[in-house]
């Protein structure tokens, strides 16, 4: 695969494990993340690179590198794939990892052709994110709602920006649609 992985978060037996399978699944590289400068530089040579999170006791320390990628001023870097890797995430562990915009959670172990083909979804698939004051991701609305005690209940609404994009490794990510809307404005036309 023409594409880098980062494997992110305290460096335990987790993920030491899911390093040494990110090194299994034919990357054209594996290293731990030591900051955007360095994927920058990598960005130039393998235009997708995934950040694979390891499972972490407090998911709030991973939120830090989340955001930096995520509202990261280089596309390169904020629409990369993050995955989140652990043996039985929570429903709680789901919703946060959502709410920080990661693309995927997979629940650990999995074999490697079920792995790799949870990765490969990242790439080649017309992909809908969204960004509000808050939050920079992929759309995870059908995801939430299935995992929220009331589906019912409705968020309160605000401007947006809906992209639409496409992951290939070749170019890295193309943006094929992006359309702002301001919905306190549209009521107030209503």
């Given at each position: 695969?023409?594409?880098?992985?980062?494997?992110?978060?305290?460096?335990?037996?987790?993920?030491q494990t899911l390093f040494d399978m990110a090194?299994?699944?034919?990357?054209?590289?594996?290293?731990?993340?030591?900051?955007?400068?360095?994927?920058?530089?990598?960005?130039?040579?393998?235009?997708?690179?995934?950040?694979?999170?390891?499972?972490?006791?407090d998911l709030s320390a991973l939120r830090p590198?989340?955001?930096?990628?995520?509202?990261?001023?280089?596309?390169?870097?904020?629409?990369?794939?993050?995955?989140?890797?652990?043996?039985?995430?929570?429903?709680?562990?789901?919703?946060?990892?959502?709410?920080?915009?990661?693309?995927?959670?997979?629940?650990?172990?999995?074999?490697?052709?079920?792995?790799?083909?949870?990765?490969?979804?990242?790439?080649?698939?017309?992909?809908?994110?969204?960004?509000?004051?808050?939050?920079?991701?992929?759309?995870?609305?059908?995801?939430?709602?299935?995992?929220?005690?009331?589906?019912?209940?409705?968020?309160?609404?605000?401007?947006?920006?809906?992209?639409?994009?496409?992951?290939?490794?070749?170019?890295?990510?193309?943006?094929?649609?992006?359309?702002?809307?301001?919905?306190?404005?549209?009521?107030?036309?209503?």
């Amino acid at each position: 695969m023409k594409a880098y992985a980062y494997v992110v978060g305290p460096q335990d037996k987790a993920w030491q494990t899911l390093f040494d399978m990110a090194g299994a699944l034919g990357f054209a590289g594996v290293s731990d993340f030591r900051g955007l400068n360095q994927v920058e530089q990598q960005a130039g040579e393998t235009p997708v690179c995934y950040f694979l999170f390891s499972a972490a006791v407090d998911l709030s320390a991973l939120r830090p590198v989340a955001d930096a990628i995520r509202f990261s001023a280089s596309r390169a870097i904020r629409f990369s794939p993050m995955v989140y890797c652990a043996e039985d995430p929570s429903v709680e562990t789901t919703m946060a990892c959502i709410n920080m915009g990661f693309d995927d959670i997979v629940a650990l172990p999995q074999s490697q052709p079920k792995l790799r083909q949870r990765l490969a979804r990242q790439i080649g698939h017309s992909l809908v994110f969204y960004e509000t004051a808050g939050y920079f991701g992929p759309d995870r609305r059908n995801r939430v709602a299935a995992l929220e005690p009331n589906p019912s209940m409705t968020r309160v609404g605000g401007p947006f920006r809906r992209l639409e994009i496409v992951r290939n490794l070749l170019d890295g990510v193309s943006v094929l649609r992006d359309e702002f809307t301001d919905v306190a404005a549209m009521q107030t036309l209503q």
